[in-house]
Every structure is written in structure tokens, then in C-alpha cells.
């Protein structure tokens, strides 16, 4: 599994990259930016956004809401089981499986690190995505208001 972490982090290293400048631009224009994906670990953007430390009265470039949507084990299998998807289709599906679970507990494990900002895990409801859009909307909301209250106090 060491492996598997190392290039997995690799490849994050490389995503990040890719990415700063459109980061970049969208805090110094004052736009939205969703950056979403596999290959994204949250704790690695923390310097490029500009997030404050947890407990620093210092304020961020923007509003920042990282968090991790995660998959139970028995959905994901399933979801994986029946996708059209042709990379999960037999003896991949195992090894798949295995690599997108392990990932995923690497994640979760870290979502709270010493000095970073920390991400809400959301598992995802296959049964009503719905459901899983209210709660990431929620999520945002209320950080959008702990800064505004913050910022206010100021």
C-alpha cells in the first residue's frame, strides 16, 4: 500500500501544479473555482489559497471549503460492480477497488493534520444524490457564514 500512497501522491504533486494558476487568478479576480477530482488531496493546496491556520485570526484570500466525498465500502463495491465503466470489469475491478478504498482511507486519516485546514468528509448517498447535494451546500453556507461572522468582528 506504501507504494500505492507514494504514486498516488506523486500524480497529486503533479495535478496540484496544473492547477495553482487557475487559483491563482481566481482569488485575484474575486471568482468561484471548484476544483474537484481523484487526484486532488486537499492538504496540498493549503499554501496556494492562502488558508489560514486553524485558530489564526488571519484572513484568507477567499473562502475556502474543502472536503472529501467518500463511498462506503459495500455502495462502492456495488457501484464499481455495475458500472459501464470498462476498467472495472474483472480482474481489474479487484485491484481497483482496492487501490480507490485504500486511497480513500489515506485521505480520511489525514483530514485532519496539525496546522491545515481541515475538510468535512461527506459520504455520498448512491440512493438519493439529491441528499448529497443539500449536505455539500450546507457545508459551504456555513463556512461562507463563519467568515463573514468572523470578518465582521473584525
Not at 496540484?16 to 491563482?24: E, L, P
Not at 482511507?105 to 459520504?123: D, Q
Amino acid at each position: 500500500m506504501e507504494d500505492l500512497i507514494d504514486e498516488y501522491q506523486k500524480e497529486c504533486e503533479v495535478v496540484r501544479k496544473g492547477v495553482k494558476s487557475d487559483i491563482d487568478k481566481c482569488l485575484k479576480d474575486g471568482k468561484s473555482l471548484i476544483i474537484e477530482g481523484f487526484h486532488i488531496d486537499p492538504r496540498l493546496y493549503q499554501r496556494t489559497i492562502g488558508a489560514s491556520e486553524k485558530g489564526s485570526n488571519i484572513s484568507c484570500s477567499g473562502i475556502v471549503v474543502p472536503f472529501l466525498l467518500t463511498l462506503d465500502e459495500a455502495d462502492h463495491r456495488n457501484f464499481m460492480t455495475n458500472s459501464p465503466d470498462p476498467r472495472y470489469r474483472g480482474d481489474q475491478n479487484a485491484v481497483g477497488f482496492r487501490n480507490l478504498q485504500d486511497v480513500q482511507k489515506y485521505l480520511v486519516a489525514h483530514s485532519h493534520e496539525e496546522g491545515m485546514l481541515p475538510f468535512t468528509e461527506i459520504r455520498i448517498n448512491l440512493h438519493s444524490f439529491h441528499d448529497t447535494l443539500d449536505y455539500l451546500h450546507d457545508v459551504v453556507l456555513k463556512r461562507i457564514e463563519e467568515v463573514f461572522v468572523r470578518n465582521k468582528s473584525n
